[in-house]
């Protein structure tokens, strides 16, 4: 490997690395806008200038574009290499509006943290400027091509990376534009990563326009749960409103990058009607009240229809801690049953490839990008995991064969991302004998136990795409507690209460229930039927863990306290409430878990305070901000 020596430090790189990606790798950043880890080098900006003093290569140049070689001596604060990034950027701002006070940008713009290190503080040019004409994107993102300083990144990651068609660059020399052939939403399963990965200020969130600035926000590392692939991201919320999600970068996850639902997607968590008090009967009392009332009425079912009446319900969307607290919560008030899943064929289909990935190679996304061969088995991608469908792309770009299996395998998944395809039907027509490292991406949602056992005998990485967050992490407790799906409870008719944690169960299945209660944060059905309701936090307002589709577990942070949002909370002429008080109002929600075991504690138990214990406890003190750890088999 190359020894190369940057600004007097000694630096050792793999054949390849170019000399921008030295110096990051010794925490030295030199100015870059057209380079990106993701996407590489364009070589179009011209800021990343540094000198070269000594060695094979002398004078300045790109460093960017310029691999490491042996006894380079590199300078990047040469005074030549300085002057002419400043010169560069200065040019670059000619046409640039200067608008950083009134520009959404302003605070977490590269453009003007990189112009103003660089000392370009006063405008000479005094023409007049280029202007452009926006388009309309649609309802999430903002355009305002005149901050385009022509970096090529956002038409890179969406063509090349993404294989989207409907946006790109038109024109030429000083009238370079970049956009649609006309208005309109972009069409990729990906477009939201414009906002990010452009430099400047062209395409921002129009979600959250104008909310905050980048030093207002409350944030942390947080994981997305619209599917189970765990990507992690850092959600953005200002006065107990959720207002933007970004993509957090994680190598061994989802690398750079979010899909557009994970991004977009509506959670509920700033909906003024959700559930933020407890309720009995309808009617708003103190936690203590509530909790006591559910327990007794528990006692009332019992005396009513015999031991054996009572079935707790979670969900694969529930964190880890909440799974494993419904457990302590079933023994504490013998509840009949314990049912991690609603749905009986989830509930097997998931076990059954949970079990399957103990024993086999599971596959990452990262996997799945370096694959030569991609199987995806019964799955539409753009539902069951999109950014799963973006490392198929990067596979496929690599020269890997992509085939498609199954009646659920349909032809537009490929459409969506520009990738070729085989479509074939039976996963024995594939010849992966003759792969190296061939993966099968599999879905749950449209498979069964059978499909599942096929499977144990593929010479390949496997990859399951379950429906829940903590998908995984629910069929362990599930297997462990031996569970049952809520459909096979209640089907013994001797079901007659029910307690829902977080659990989508469909009315018609409440309405066999004389009794119900709910701990939720969502307006679900069990909330509409339920006579107790326990309101809880969502994901962005509490600390919690998840294990993702491959057997990762990986730690979340709280974003922001709860509370309802300041602005359903204004008094006419909009001001914020006058009234002093030290509790936010609709603050007083609890995290699912902490409700459980003080439940558990009320019915004579000990408090937990700790969930992740025993085969969990290396998780409690994962750093949220790692690659997360794989959870090993028991
Ligand atoms: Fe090197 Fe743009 S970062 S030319």
């Given at each position: 490997m190359p020894k190369l020596i940057i600004d007097n430090i000694e630096v050792v790189s793999p054949e390849g690395t170019t000399v921008l990606e030295a110096a990051r790798s010794i925490g030295i950043t030199i100015p870059h806008f057209c380079?990106?880890?993701?996407?590489?080098?364009?070589?179009?900006?011209?800021?990343c200038a540094v000198k070269l003093l000594e060695g094979p290569v002398k004078g300045i140049q790109m460093s960017c574009m310029l691999p490491v070689q042996e006894g380079m001596v590199v300078s990047t604060d040469d005074p030549e290499a300085m002057e002419l990034r400043r010169l560069v950027i200065e040019w670059l701002m000619i046409?640039?509006?200067?608008?950083c006070p009134v520009c959404d940008e302003g605070g977490e713009c590269q453009l003007q943290d990189f112009t103003i290190a660089g000392g370009h503080?006063?405008?000479?040019y005094s023409g007049s400027k280029r202007t452009h004409l926006n388009q309309?994107?649609?309802?999430?993102i903002e355009h305002e091509?005149?901050?385009?300083?022509?970096?090529?990144r956002c038409v890179r990651f969406y063509q090349?990376?993404?294989?989207?068609?409907?946006f790109g660059v038109m024109g030429s020399a000083g009238r370079v534009y970049y956009g649609?052939?006309?208005?309109?939403?972009?069409?990729?399963?990906?477009?939201?990563n414009l906002v990010d990965i452009?430099?400047?200020?062209?395409?921002?969130?129009k979600t959250a326009r104008?909310?905050?600035r980048y030093w207002d926000y409350d944030m942390a590392s947080s994981i997305c749960t619209?599917?189970?692939?765990?990507c992690n991201t850092t959600p953005m919320a200002r006065y107990h409103e959720l207002l933007k999600v970004t993509a957090r970068h994680n190598e061994a996850v989802n690398g750079w990058f979010i899909c557009d639902k994970g991004r977009?997607?509506?959670?509920?968590?700033?909906?003024?009607?959700?559930?933020?008090l407890p309720l009995v009967e309808g009617r708003e009392v103190g936690w203590d009240e509530a909790l006591e009332t559910l327990l007794r009425r528990l006692g009332e079912i019992e005396e009513l229809y015999?031991?054996?009446s009572l079935a707790l319900v979670g969900s694969s969307a529930n964190s880890l801690e909440s799974g494993i607290l419904l457990a302590e919560l079933a023994t504490a008030v013998s509840a009949a049953a314990l049912c991690y899943f609603v749905d009986e064929n989830e509930a097997a289909v998931t076990l059954a490839a949970v079990s399957l990935l103990e024993t086999a190679v599971s596959a990452s996304m990262p996997d799945v990008e370096q694959a030569d061969c991609v199987v995806i088995l019964e799955s539409d991608l753009r539902e069951e995991g999109p950014m799963m469908l973006l490392a198929v792309r990067q596979a496929w770009k690599q020269g890997a064969p992509v085939f498609l299996v199954g009646k659920?395998?349909?032809?537009e998944q490929a459409t969506a991302v520009g990738i070729e395809v085989i479509a074939l039907?039976?996963?024995?027509?594939?010849?992966?004998?003759?792969?190296a490292n061939p993966v099968i991406i599999c879905g749950t949602?449209?498979?069964?136990v059978s499909d599942i056992a096929i499977?144990?005998?593929?010479?390949a990485k496997l990859a399951f795409l379950f429906k829940g967050a903590n998908s995984y992490g629910t069929a362990v407790l599930s297997r462990e507690q031996a569970g049952i799906s809520f459909q096979k409870a209640i089907s013994t008719g001797k079901i007659k209460g029910v307690i829902a944690v977080e659990a989508d169960i469909p009315a018609e299945l409440l309405a066999q229930m004389p009794f119900v209660a709910a701990l939720d944060w969502r307006v679900t059905d069990p909330v509409r039927s339920a006579r107790i309701i326990l309101p809880t936090t969502s994901i962005v307002e509490m600390d919690g863990t998840f294990i993702n589709f491959e057997g990762r577990g990986q730690r979340f942070n709280r974003v922001m306290t709860p509370g309802l949002p300041l602005k359903d909370g204004?008094?006419?002429?909009?001001?914020?409430?006058r009234a002093h008080s030290r509790l936010v109002p609709g603050g007083d929600v609890r995290p699912a878990w902490q409700v459980m075991a003080e439940l558990v504690r009320l019915s004579g138990g000990e408090l937990i305070r700790?969930?992740?214990?025993?085969?969990?406890?290396?998780?409690?003190?994962?750093?949220?901000?790692?690659s997360g750890v794989k959870v090993s088999p028991p």
């Open positions: 380079w990106h880890p993701a996407l590489g080098k364009a070589g179009a900006c011209r800021v046409n640039h509006p200067h608008d503080g006063i405008r000479r309309d994107l649609g309802s999430f091509m005149n901050r385009c300083i022509q970096c090529y090349e990376y993404a294989g989207g068609g409907d649609r052939f006309k208005d309109g939403q972009p069409e990729s399963l990906f477009s939201g452009c430099p400047t200020g062209v395409f921002t969130d104008f909310r905050a619209i599917c189970s692939l765990g977009f997607g509506d959670l509920g968590v700033n909906a003024p009607d959700r559930p933020r015999g031991t054996g659920a395998a349909t032809l039907g039976f996963i024995e027509e594939v010849p992966l004998g003759i792969f949602k449209n498979s069964s499977l144990a005998l593929a010479e204004l008094e006419p002429g909009g001001h914020p409430s700790e969930p992740l214990s025993g085969r969990w406890r290396g998780l409690a003190t994962l750093d949220a901000d790692g």
